[in-house]
């Protein structure tokens, strides 16, 4: 078994959540913040048998999109000035980590 660890934009979130229901996948909605843009995205856990996690790997890809976010760049120049430059980055479609589950129980 595995457990995988999926992060995806906020607006994606219901769409991916629903797709894993409906194709019989168990998962958890954690609400998240990403370390640098520092702002809301949502990890979905979700315990999967070996031979399933391509096929919820891929159904999480479907559903989450890849966005282009200009975000402003401060850069010291000095004691007192600062310049901003924009800077264009691509967030997403999905950051996804698959990990070994040593144990799984239902108690
Ligand atoms: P954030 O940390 O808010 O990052 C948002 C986007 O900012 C990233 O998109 C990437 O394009 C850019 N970015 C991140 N760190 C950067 C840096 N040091 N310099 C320049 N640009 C940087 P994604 O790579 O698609 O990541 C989306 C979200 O996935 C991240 O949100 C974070 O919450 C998570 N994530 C990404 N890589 C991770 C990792 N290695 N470990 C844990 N979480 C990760």
């Known amino acids: 078994m595995k457990l995988i660890f999926a992060i995806v934009n906020d607006d994606d979130a219901a769409r991916v959540l629903s797709v894993l229901n409906r194709a019989g996948f168990g998962a958890t909605k954690l609400a998240t913040t990403g370390g640098y843009l520092k702002s809301g995205n949502t990890t979905f856990i979700s315990g999967v048998e070996d031979e399933q996690v391509d096929q919820a790997i891929s159904l999480i890809g479907q559903n989450a999109r890849k966005r282009t976010q200009l975000i402003h760049d401060t ?33």
């Open 75 to 107: 850069t010291s120049m000095g004691s007192f000035n600062t310049m901003s430059m924009p800077l264009e980055i691509q967030v997403g479609g999905a950051t996804v980590f698959v990990l070994n589950v040593e144990r799984f129980e239902k108690l």
